[in-house]
């Protein structure tokens, strides 16, 4: 795999979230544009981590994904216990006009959604 496939992730209650600043994701989404014809983004908060814990599912979908970013500051100060520590909250509303830009200079489109 490459750089932008992997990265430095914190095992936040049993889910591994990337260890990302703003601009490093919007690096990552690029890389992982350029490699894949499609991959699987998540974000987490408090509440997803919640839910990993009831539905398996869910989990494995946070397993299989390709990018895991911290969208919720209970996930950012949970991380200060591993060895690897969140260094900010990232909201989509906060990238997304540069993911769109993105996009669009690279004539990309979502990948449909796949049932589970």
Known sequence: MSDFSMGRRARV????????????????????????SSALVCYVNAECLNQTVFDRRY???LEEA????????????ASQLTSHPLPERITLGDVLPEVCRLAVERGLKPAPARSV
């Open 66 to 77: 390709a990018l895991v970013y911290a969208d919720g500051m209970g996930v950012v100060w």
């Open 59 to 61: 989990r494995a979908i």
């Open 13 to 36: 209650l049993g889910v591994d979230v990337d260890v990302l600043r703003g601009a490093e994701l919007l690096n990552r989404l690029e890389g992982l544009a350029s490699e894949r």
